[in-house]
């Protein structure tokens, strides 16, 4: 047994399907595959320490006034907000120093609290429960996926939405190359085959009404 294969985990760190395999070794990190859901994470030893996470994401140019950005947003809130009640209420789980998405979702008429470990970290708002919660690029920086849906569940009042914004992993062929693996703090890499399979894990119906949007409703 090699040093990738000693480092793999037991189970999958997203679904929880036994016996992931290695899948790739690239730029000093090695990278695992589950075969049931078809994610792609680090290892484990491999994952970024959280000082080095915050250092990333300071360098994030996230804007809620610049219209670029809000227009990439809306690829989400459009979808999501044609599913919502009038004045609902909702948390952006993993909002960042520039919560833009809340800002489009307030000015709709909805009432939206704030969340990130790093730059809203009031744990008050996770002992509520939401209409809806929204992860813009946010999931591919879970540490422990299963245990964050799990969470994110739990936030969710039932027939709520879970709106998520990621970009799907889809040539193995280009993996080594491709620009969203190159962000140090992305560490897990999703198919729509690896949300369908959550959202089985989870009793949530799944969507995918754009490129790299889910919608999940509990």
Known sequence: MDASTAALPPACPVCRAAAPRWFMGVDGRDYGRCEACAATFVLAAHL???AAEREEYRRHRNDPADTGYRRFLDRLAGPLLARLEPCSAGL???CGPGPALAAMLEAAGHRVALYDPFFAPDAAV???RYDFVTCTEVVEHFHRPFEE????DALLRPGG?????TCFQTDDARFARWHYRRDPTHVVFYRAATFHRIAARFGWQCEIPAKDVVLMRK
């Open 161 to 165: 939405w879970l709106g998520i914004m």
């Open 126 to 128: 996770l002992e509520r």
């Open 48 to 50: 970024p320490a959280a």
């Open 149 to 152: 849906f799990a969470r994110l």
């Open 92 to 94: 952006d789980f993993g």
